[in-house]
């Protein structure tokens, strides 16, 4: 269990660097102003390594639960792990983007 969440750790840091430079590059190029926009890339990318994070956790947590109360990890994990990371990733999106963006500009 540690291990994946290490590993997941890795990938959002990596992952979340690399959308903040894409994002922020993409947004300062398409404003015409700067070269980067830190605010917007820092949004995207701060996002992307919440979300990465809370769906390894959950994605390691799910299977376990699934097998305390009975039920086959493989047929519920799925389904299930798919649905929660949907929800969760839109909704840290955007309620950090309006956090942030609120507070940063």
């Not at 605010?39 to 701060?46: A, E, M, Q, S, T």
Request: aromatic share 12%; net charge neutral; charged share 10%.
């Amino acid at each position: 269990v540690l291990r994946q969440l290490q590993t997941t750790l890795i990938l959002g840091i990596v992952l979340g660097s690399f959308l903040f430079f894409t994002a922020g590059v993409w947004r300062g190029l398409q404003t015409g102003g700067i070269l980067l926009d830190p605010v917007f890339g820092f949004v995207v990318g701060f996002s992307m390594f919440i979300t990465i994070n809370i769906s390894g956790f959950v994605g390691t947590v799910v299977p376990m639960i699934s097998k305390r109360l009975g039920f086959d990890p493989a047929l519920t994990a799925g389904p299930f792990e798919t649905a929660i990371q949907d929800v969760v990733s839109v909704t840290i999106l955007l309620g950090l983007a309006t956090m942030l963006l609120h507070f940063m500009v």
